[in-house]
C-alpha cells in the first residue's frame, strides 16, 4: 500500500513533468490537497511530507480538524458551495474562498472578515460546461461581479476557479481549461484587475489544466486515496 507521502511525491513528479511539457516554471503550480472526508491524522501526514495548504468543501467537518491541527501553521482553503448562513464562520477561519459565485456571498464574507485578519483570498468560480454544472457565475456575468467583488475592502480578489465536466479526450479538455484561461485573460485587459490565480484541475486532469495556466491544482483522491462517503 503506498503511504500519503508517496502520493505526494508522485503527484509533484506528474506536476514537475507537467510544467515541463508546458515550458512552465513548476513553482508557478502549488498544490492543494483537497482532504474532505479524511481524517485530522491524514492531513496530519500530508503536512510531514510538506504539504501546508489543504482544501475543504464541508464547513462542519473543516472546523473540526481545524481544531484537531490546531499546532500546525496550515493554510485552509474553502472550496465548496457556500450558503450564506455560513459565509461567517467562513470569514473568520479560512485562508483561501475558492467558490464564490455571486455578489451576495462575497459581500457577507467582505462583512464578516475580521478586521485582525488580512484581507481574505477570492477566486471566483465560473461553469464553463454550461448544463453540466449547477455551480459557478457565467462567463457572461462575470466582468461584473470581478468588477464588484474587487471593491469590497475585506476581501482580495485573485482570480478564476473552475471545474469542467470531466473528459477521457484530451483536446475536449484541453478546450476547457483554455476557455477558463481565456477569460481571465481578457479580465486582466479589459478590467485592470491584478488576477494572478487560476485554480483548476484535479486528480485526472491536472495535467491538462497545467498546460493551460492552472496556478492551484486541487489534488485529493490521487492523494489520500478513494473518499467513502458512507462514513459518519
Ligand atoms: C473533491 C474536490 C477536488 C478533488 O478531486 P479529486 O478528483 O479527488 O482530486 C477538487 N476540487 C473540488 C472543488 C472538489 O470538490
Known amino acids: 500500500m503506498s503511504t500519503i507521502a508517496d502520493n505526494i511525491a508522485q503527484v509533484s513528479s506528474r506536476i514537475q513533468a507537467a510544467a515541463k511539457a508546458a515550458h512552465r516554471d513548476e513553482n508557478s503550480i502549488q498544490l492543494l490537497a483537497v482532504s474532505k472526508t479524511k481524517p485530522a491524522e491524514a492531513l496530519r501526514e500530508a503536512y510531514a511530507a510538506g504539504i501546508r495548504d489543504f482544501g475543504e468543501n464541508y464547513l462542519q467537518e473543516a472546523l473540526g480538524k481545524q481544531l484537531e491541527l490546531a499546532d500546525l501553521p496550515l493554510i485552509w482553503h474553502f472550496i465548496g458551495p457556500i450558503q450564506s448562513n455560513k459565509t461567517r464562520a467562513i470569514a473568520e477561519h479560512f485562508d483561501w474562498v475558492h467558490s464564490v459565485d455571486r ?18 483570498n477570492i477566486c471566483i468560480q465560473v461553469n464553463v460546461s454550461g448544463e453540466a454544472s449547477k455551480s459557478g457565475c457565467t462567463p457572461a456575468d462575470l466582468p461584473a461581479l470581478a468588477n464588484a467583488i ?20 484530451r483536446a475536449a479538455q484541453d478546450a ?57
Open 150 to 169: 474587487s471593491a469590497l475592502p475585506r476581501l482580495k480578489l485573485r482570480g478564476l476557479m473552475a471545474i469542467p465536466e470531466p473528459t477521457e479526450d
Open 103 to 120: 455578489l451576495k456571498i462575497a459581500q457577507r464574507l467582505s462583512e464578516q472578515r475580521p478586521a485582525d485578519l488580512p484581507p481574505l
Open 176 to 232: 476547457a481549461f483554455a476557455a477558463v484561461r481565456d477569460l481571465i485573460k481578457s479580465m486582466q485587459a479589459s478590467l485592470n484587475l491584478p488576477l494572478d490565480t487560476l485554480s483548476m484541475g484535479m486528480s485526472h486532469d491536472l495535467e491538462s489544466a497545467i498546460a493551460m495556466g492552472a496556478t492551484w491544482v486541487r489534488i485529493g483522491t490521487a492523494l489520500f486515496g478513494a473518499r467513502d462517503y458512507s462514513r459518519p
